[in-house]
């Protein structure tokens, strides 16, 4: 049991690192997600209305996907369970 905490402790280490790292990644891209979704949504509504309606459902789906709903939510959400499981491992080693 003692070897087994030696083995965890520099993984529980490297894996609150990673969180660090990535939260602060995550958090200084958000302004630059939001703008350019806004961007992207106002580009689709005027192709929406102008040029094509599947081009312009494509556009505004891509804009979903990059705005703060969409793929940063799903990487907070991951984030979040990698820290839950890093808790737990921090749990094990007290």
Same mark, same amino acid.
């Given at each position: &049991? @003692? ?6 402790? $520099?993984?529980? =280490? *490297?894996? %609150? =690192? !990673?969180?660090? *790292?990535?939260? /602060?990644?995550?958090?200084?891209? #958000? !302004? #630059? @997600?939001?703008?350019? %979704?806004?961007? *992207? #949504?106002? *580009?689709? &509504? #005027? ?8 081009? /312009? ?6 804009? +979903?996907?990059?705005? $703060?709903?969409?793929? $940063? &939510? ?5 984030? /979040? ?9 921090? /749990? +094990?080693?007290?």
């Amino acid at each position: &049991m @003692f070897i087994l905490k030696i083995l965890l402790a $520099p993984v529980s =280490l *490297l894996l %609150s =690192l !990673f969180i660090w *790292l990535c939260a /602060g990644l995550i958090s200084c891209t #958000a !302004f #630059a @997600f939001k703008l350019v %979704s806004a961007v *992207l #949504a106002l *580009l689709a &509504m #005027a192709v929406l209305i102008t040029y094509s309606v599947k081009n /312009g459902i494509i556009l505004l789906v891509l804009a +979903f996907l990059i705005s $703060p709903m969409g793929l $940063p &939510m799903l990487a907070v959400w991951l984030l /979040g369970k990698l820290q839950s499981a890093n808790e737990a491992v921090k /749990g +094990f080693l007290r």
